[in-house]
């Protein structure tokens, strides 16, 4: 089966072609240095040059992949949540491909896209399993006992962690995005200062904004008392406290459902600290771990197909009626 998928919820546009689990295109155009001066999305504009890139991208992933519009026997289109103007793109174009085209049509869910980059692997990974979703819109632990029953067991209150690794690196003068550059900096620091750990007690939730506003406040005082910044052992502090709270929870829900099976996906999950952390985690819990390669972390279409596909396997096409939802759950 070939399946088409397409992304637009927020800052990347994106086309990918699956035949069955295999990746046939992939491809991912960034508006990255077009709000890079801003600090952060402008909605706007990420609509906008979603519709300059989004025709150029899928003929150019049909060509990649040697496949014509008549192969193709699913359309998938990510539906919420993101920004509406970009959604509406990626989402509509899907829509009115598959009713030109006369093909089924699937809208996906980002988050669940996310957890199903995984299902790319070979072997996949088989349910029950807990998946830890960390990516700049949403931070989250998931028990999916089988396909279709996806369970939130817990979520960020606040703030996600890419927000929070963001907003910490624009206070740096890191630029925009930060998780990666807040990465490059931590491998030169030393974790020596000590910040408060983004999780709740008692609960397997989270909490990102006291971790932001505890590096917002602590370099606010180094500034003020005249002293330099010391940006390497802060990143690589703020990049501890983060990869420690999200090991803990999901070590609890691990052990909460005994999980046999740990998948970590989102942008997030592209930080070498974070997979190494949490590679070892499962491998003292006996579980098998999963982890896409970084780029199947950050957004692309390929985890959109690949989380279509099972939903098209399991509960079959959408109506064309179907809309967007920018707040969207999993
Ligand atoms: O999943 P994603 O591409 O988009 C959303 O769905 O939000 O995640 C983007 C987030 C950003 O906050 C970015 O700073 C973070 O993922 N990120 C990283 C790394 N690469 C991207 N955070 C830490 N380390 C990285 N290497
Ligand atoms: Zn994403």
């Known amino acids: 089966m070939f399946v088409l998928g ?3 919820s927020c800052d990347e546009t994106a086309v990918a072609i699956l035949h069955g689990r295999r990746i046939l295109a992939n491809l991912v155009s960034s508006q990255l240095a077009a709000h890079r001066p ?47 103007g970009a959604l509406l793109v990626g989402f509509s174009a899907a829509k009115a491909i598959a009713w030109a085209a006369d093909k089924p049509f699937v809208g996906v869910n980002h988050i669940e896209a996310h957890i199903y980059a995984n299902f790319l692997a070979e072997p996949p990974p088989v349910p029950p399993l807990v998946c830890l979703t960390v990516s700049g819109g949403h931070t989250g632990l998931f028990y999916l006992p089988e396909h279709g029953r996806l369970q939130c067991m817990g979520a960020t209150r606040d703030d996600s962690a890419g927000e929070c690794l963001d907003k910490a690196a624009r206070i740096l003068g890191l630029g925009y995005p930060g998780g990666p550059a807040i ?13 408060p750990r983004p999780t709740i007690e008692g609960s397997l939730d989270f ?22 910044l010391p940006r ?5 502090s703020l990049q501890e406290s983060v990869v420690a ?8 829900a691990a052990t909460a459902c005994g999980a046999r099976t ?41 985890m959109v197909a690949s ?18 939802d920018p707040d969207l759950t999993p």
């Open 307 to 324: 989380a279509g596909s099972f939903h098209f396997a399991r509960a079959g096409p959408d109506g064309l009626d179907l809309g967007v």
């Open 245 to 252: 709270g999200l090991a803990s929870q999901l070590r609890a």
């Open 262 to 302: 740990i998948l970590l996906s989102g942008g997030v999950a592209a930080n070498k600290a974070l997979r190494e952390r949490t590679a070892a985690l499962a491998a003292e819990l006996g579980a098998a771990f999963f982890v896409p390669p970084p780029e199947l972390c950050t957004d692309n279409a390929a």
């Open 38 to 84: 801003f600090g952060g999305v402008v909605p706007e504009l990420a609509a906008r040059m979603h519709l300059e890139a989004l025709r150029p991208l899928l003929h150019a992933a049909m060509a990649e992949a040697g496949v014509t519009l008549a192969q193709i026997d699913l359309i998938c289109a990510t539906r919420g949540p993101g920004l509406i």
């Open 207 to 228: 909490s990102f904004s006291g971790l932001k506003t505890a590096v917002v406040n602590l370099s606010h005082r180094l500034i003020q008392q005249g002293e330099e």
């Open 183 to 195: 990465e490059r900096l931590a491998v030169k620091g030393m974790p020596r200062l000590s910040l």
């Open 232 to 236: 390497s052992d802060l990143a690589a």
């Open 6 to 8: 397409l992304e637009s």
